[in-house]
């Protein structure tokens, strides 16, 4: 069985870098044509997507994150990560990885989220 | 880019059938599939819809899908509600740049 964790700190300060890893086990990372999928949801709102990465290392970004975005994979620790920087207040949320088979494919395995908290 | 806009909450009585809309704001729905997932509180979301109106295996057949061009609106319908059905659905789509747009999510309480 799949399973995706992520991990990191669960408090930053305002105008840092926020910085998370999904850590994948229970398959390969590389296996398959699979996009790994970064989105959060901040307390009373929606899910909000913010990028993907394909084994490659290829990468899409929503126009919303774009500028403040980075995803970057490492297949060696079975890892993915995002860094989100100059992060305020709005981007406190609950933060989910996500795996699809393709990138019109649903998400068929989440990570259980890990609240980011942004406040000095 | 687009849209996707569903009503903040629904209730419905156990037994009866509910059904959540969600309606984009430009281009045809039909362009593009449609999923739903199901967030219960403090778990993961889970896909009850893909395709537009495809079950993945454990999802119940209390569980559909639809589009409907007319209103350009995609619609999940659940029937025979249970209890287990209350929990936060999200409908998800894609723009024409291939980047993932979700709907604001619907809270279905069943009472």
């Known amino acids: 069985q799949v399973q995706l964790q992520e991990s990191g700190p669960g408090l930053v300060k305002p105008s840092q870098t926020l910085s998370l890893t999904c850590t994948v086990s229970?398959?390969?990372?590389?296996?398959?044509?699979?996009?790994w999928t970064w989105i959060r949801q901040p307390a009373g709102k929606g899910l909000e997507w913010i990028g993907r990465?394909?084994?490659?290392?290829?990468?899409k970004y929503s126009p919303y994150f774009k500028s403040r975005v980075t995803i970057s994979i490492d297949t060696s620790k079975s890892q993915f990560s995002l860094k989100l920087s100059s992060v305020t207040a709005a981007d406190t949320a609950v933060y989910h990885c996500?795996?699809?088979?393709?990138?019109?494919?649903?998400?068929?395995?989440w990570g259980q989220g890990s609240l980011v908290t942004v406040s000095s | 880019n687009f849209m996707l806009t569903q009503p903040h909450s629904v209730s419905e009585s156990p037994g009866k059938t509910v059904s959540i809309s969600c309606t984009r704001s430009?281009?045809?729905?039909?362009?593009?599939?449609v999923q739903w997932y199901q967030r219960r509180p403090g778990s993961a979301p889970t896909t009850v819809i893909y395709?537009?109106?495809?079950?993945p295996s454990g999802v119940p057949d209390r569980f559909s899908g639809s589009i409907d061009s007319s209103s350009n609106s995609a619609s999940l319908t659940i029937s025979g509600l249970k209890t287990e059905d209350e929990a936060d659905y999200f409908c998800?789509?894609?723009?024409?740049?291939?980047?993932?747009?979700f709907g604001g999510g619907t809270k279905l309480t069943v009472l």
């Open positions: 996500a795996r699809s088979s393709g990138w019109d494919r649903p998400f068929d395995y």
């Open positions: 229970g398959g390969s990372i590389t296996s398959g044509t699979y996009y």
């Open positions: 990465i394909y084994t490659s290392g290829t990468t």
């Open positions: 430009s281009g045809n729905i039909a362009n593009n599939y």
């Open positions: 395709e537009d109106n495809r079950r």
């Open positions: 998800q789509s894609y723009d024409p740049s291939n980047h993932v747009v």
